[in-house]
């Protein structure tokens, strides 16, 4: 049975808030949306009242407006960030509130736009919000990321489509890729679910100390902590509840030991990052740091972000994708980190997650990096798999085992 473009966007509301973060009676809900998609902010918000939600507060943006001020605005103004919307998202956090938030943003927003003026207000966001991301890292509240289209956005993934269709075409992609166009879409993502933990499950029993990577421009050695742990699917927050952080998601991940990075890497996949795009960059590790950078678009953007601060130079994240994933094999390029990741294996530079490890959940922020995980303001992940890609788990004793062929899993 053919479904209507409504009776699909009423599902993908309900997986949100059903699944994704999982709202629960008397909770608080907030949404960070774009006004091209007001009409899904507000399905959303009626969902989650529906099933409990004690209220919703919706934080709304505008990319004409955020283009305007990078145009427009002093440069002294970009190392500020608003106070109240820092309280804002620590009270609702220590409240135990869920957080939605629905991209859409045009990938080449900020293209041409002075790249101190764009790094200068990322370092300013990342320090303001500090706490706040600790607290996400650590699993204190349920969080999620959707995605719903923009026409720029929807002109960059069809641009042979016409106009008028464009956006439709981005909504569809978006309803294949999130299993909302199935017969029983939240059936589907708990089976989804259990697979992913599955995998994550094994490769915790195996505990391997290293992952060898090799593809066309990459041959790269990376470390595993002691007592590092896989994770791949819904997570659990404090207060025992399950979300799930990204829809779509066909990852598992952990978290590298940071200064046993060793090797070279090369992306597979351009890099949406702060309006602009990065594409064609090979990065060279040496004991964890990163010790030259290579581009042959936005190489400027992406010395920027290494420079961060000292963490920005470090791995807090690797992931497992297989190449057959549905996004993957649908062919499209989202230039969208929440898609073209799950179709890719990855690696993310920047801050590591806390519950990578035993007992990290409990650990100071000195504490993990005693562990060997790494601290940073900043966490982007860049896509480096592909149909050619195989990774060995080497053991303890140097025993090898097969984790990926050509792309997918070996196990």
Known sequence: MLLSFDTKLLRYAELAVKIGVNIQKNQYLYVSCSTDNLKLAEIITKIAYENGAKQVFVDLSDDRLVRTRYEKAPKDSFDFYPPWKIQEREWLAEQGAAFLSIVSQNPDLLKDIDHE?????????????????????????????????????AAKVFPHLPEEQQVEALWEAIFAATRTDQDEPVNA?????????????????????????QAPG???????????????????NIYGNTFMANMPTEEV?????????????????PLSYSGNIIN???????????????????????????????????????????HQSPISQSGLLFYNTLFDENASNHLAIGNAYSFCIEGGKEMSSKELLSHGLNQSLTHVD???????????????DGQIEPIFRNGNWAF
């Open 280 to 322: 064609q960059f090979t990065l060279t590790f040496k004991d964890g740091r990163i010790i030259d950078i290579q581009a042959q678009q936005g190489q400027d953007i992406l010395a920027s972000l290494v420079a961060t601060d000292e963490g920005a130079q470090y791995l807090g994240e690797i992931a497992l994708v297989p």
């Open 218 to 236: 990459t041959d790269l050695t990376i470390e595993l902590p002691k007592k590092h742990i896989w994770t791949g699917g819904s997570s659990v």
């Open 382 to 396: 860049f896509m480096i798999g592909s149909a050619n890609m195989d990774i060995d788990g080497i053991a303890a």
């Open 117 to 153: 003026k764009i790094m200068t207000f990322q370092k300013a966001s990342g320090q303001a919000l500090a706490n706040y991301y600790t607290m996400m890292r650590a699993d204190k509240f349920s969080w999620t990321v959707i995605a719903a289209p923009s026409k720029q956005w």
């Open 253 to 269: 991940f952990t978290a590298p030991l940071k200064t046993g990075v060793n090797g070279f890497v090369s992306s597979t996949k």
């Open 189 to 213: 993502w708990k089976t989804h679910d259990e697979q992913l933990h599955n995998k994550a499950d094994y490769l915790n029993k195996k505990q391997f100390k290293f992952l060898h990577y």
